[in-house]
């Protein structure tokens, strides 16, 4: 069987969404049988990563995309809707027919691309995110970005056109609650399986006299961490410290905003680190906090969770999922700005004060990574008799 697999943002070497997208074509290149192929677009894997990893069914399939494109557009979503379909031209010219076609990343419902014109094929899309948003009474952590998401989500829920494209494809996954009410007939599948290195690691709980929180991730607007701020001013509670990790646009403003909230003591920013660092940094910290305004997935969870962290952060998208779980505190964001900060300061700090309520949930988590959350999983749900 030949088998196409778009996977826009690969790496192995990478996490989030370029280490679930390199999942799926390392994990399926385990289970085919001599003969299978699996056809490989990508913007950023390499012949060498292929190589290196010894996976024997897989081939990179070159898109020949003008640079002129990047230059224009940058790596902006026009950019990514014009690569779509030079990769698609560039699969028609091979002349191959393929039994499955499997479009993935970018993660994103918006951008089904035109794999469905394919017609002998039997086509997934997803497991795709995109249809979470900012709750109103944090708007304003946001940047004004967020007016245009919220505009193109009420097009797709309306759009004939868009519609009809989703209805193309063979079957659809939605990786949060909030997308799989904005596409039709899709079905609820978290799209961050557990890294396979980070299986039943060994997890030591009451790790620390001072309680860490940590944080790691891009330091942009919808990541939440001016608000992050104004949530630990408000712990009454000695004996914690908040570590971030992580660089972007806004790592300047935040030390200054450190600065304006007296935080220097209790917070500290340690900036960006290789991936292959992030288990040690995992195991140093007793709390994981995302304070994500709209997060599609979050592989930081469930990496977090492997580490035996109980994790604290917004009652959706992924949370609402891992709530069902027990796997840590989960706040919900009705009523104002301010009693949100106060909710979520409240549950944290219960959380610094009882480490035993650290370690139930922490242990939650574990179990629930290593048993639901696994490639195996995930691949037999998504594949199943394809296999």
């Known amino acids: 069987m030949n088998r196409l697999i778009q996977a826009w943002s690969c790496d192995p070497d990478r996490g989030g969404e370029f280490a679930v997208s390199w999942g799926w074509i390392a ?24 190589v290196k990893e010894g996976l024997e069914h897989v081939e990179l399939l070159h898109v020949i995309f003008p640079h002129i494109y990047y ?39 918006r951008k089904p691309g035109i794999w469905y014109k394919f017609k002998d094929a039997y086509t997934i899309f997803g ?9 109103k009474s944090l708007i304003s952590y946001e940047n004004s970005s967020h007016w245009l998401r919220d505009a193109v989500n009420k097009y797709c829920k309306y759009s004939p056109i868009f519609r009809y494209k989703i209805k193309r494809y063979s079957k659809c996954y939605a990786c949060n609650y909030e997308t799989a009410e904005l596409l039709p007939d899709a079905e609820l599948l978290p799209d961050v399986p557990l890294n396979d290195k980070l299986k039943g690691l060994r997890v030591k709980w009451g790790r620390h006299d001072k309680v860490v929180i940590l944080f790691c991730g891009r330091l942009i607007h ?3 961490l001016f608000l992050l701020l104004d949530v630990v001013q408000k712990l009454q509670v000695e004996n914690w410290e908040l570590v971030i990790y992580g660089d972007g646009e806004l790592k300047e403003r935040l030390k200054e905003r450190i600065e304006e909230l007296n935080l220097n003591d209790k917070v500290i920013m340690k900036g960006a680190v290789p991936y292959s660092e992030m288990s040690k940094i995992y195991e140093e910290a007793d709390i994981f906090v995302l304070p994500s305004l709209r997060e599609s997935g ?16 917004f009652n959706m998208a992924l949370s609402k999922i891992l709530k069902e779980h027990e796997t840590g505190k989960f706040i919900d964001t009705f009523g104002s700005k301010e009693e949100v900060l106060v909710r979520f300061a409240d549950e944290l700090k219960e959380l610094i004060e009882n480490p035993s309520m650290r370690q139930k949930l922490g242990a939650n988590g574990y179990q629930y990574v290593n048993t639901e959350l696994t490639w195996e999983v995930m691949l037999n749900k998504v594949y199943g008799s394809l296999l």
């Open 127 to 135: 497991p795709v995110g995109g249809g979470q948003y900012c709750p």
């Open 298 to 313: 979050g592989s930081v969870l469930i990496e977090a969770m492997a580490h035996g962290l109980p994790v604290v952060s």
């Open 222 to 224: 919808k990541k939440g």
């Open 71 to 109: 230059d224009i557009f940058k790596e902006t979503n026009i950019t990514y809707i014009l690569w779509q379909r030079y990769a698609y031209h560039a699969a028609k010219k091979l002349g191959i027919t393929f039994d499955i076609i499997h479009t993935y990343s970018l993660s994103d419902y």
């Open 27 to 50: 994990n399926l290149d385990r289970v085919l049988k001599k003969g299978d192929k699996i056809y490989v677009c990508s913007r950023g894997l390499k012949e060498e990563d292929i």
